[in-house]
């Protein structure tokens, strides 16, 4: 069984940041795509940002270019999400996404989420 589990979130004011860490487990021979959504009350989910498994390749939402930085650790089967210059408008709950390869097949796993608040 597989299992994404996210950290990091909490209270933070407005200016500062979190770093926010999504680890796999389980029966996986590799960790392809990752991705962070995030959804905030009453609002849709949406992509946040994404990496590639080399993490040559990275995409980023426009509300959070220039604050926000993906990366990973392939060694450890983690992804991160650097987040600085927090703004009220980033409170959510934060989701991590991957695709990963157990035996046989590859398939796309959601975190439970992690809460990500922004306050003065």
């Known amino acids: 069984q597989v299992q994404l589990v996210e950290s990091g979130g909490g209270f933070v004011q407005p200016g500062g940041s979190l770093r926010l860490s999504c680890a796999a487990s389980g029966s996986i021979s590799s960790v392809y795509y990752m991705r962070w959504y995030r959804q905030a009350p009453g609002q849709q989910r949406e992509l946040v940002a994404g990496?590639?498994?080399?993490?040559?390749?990275?995409n980023y939402a426009e509300f959070v270019k220039g604050r926000f930085t993906i990366s990973r650790d392939n060694a450890k089967n983690t992804g991160y999400l650097q987040m600085n210059n927090l703004k009220p408008e980033d409170t959510a709950v934060y989701y991590c996404n991957a695709d990963i390869q157990i035996p046989g097949l590859v398939r796309n796993y959601w975190g439970q989420g992690t809460q990500v608040t922004v306050s003065s």
């Open positions: 990496i590639s498994r080399s993490g040559a390749t990275t």
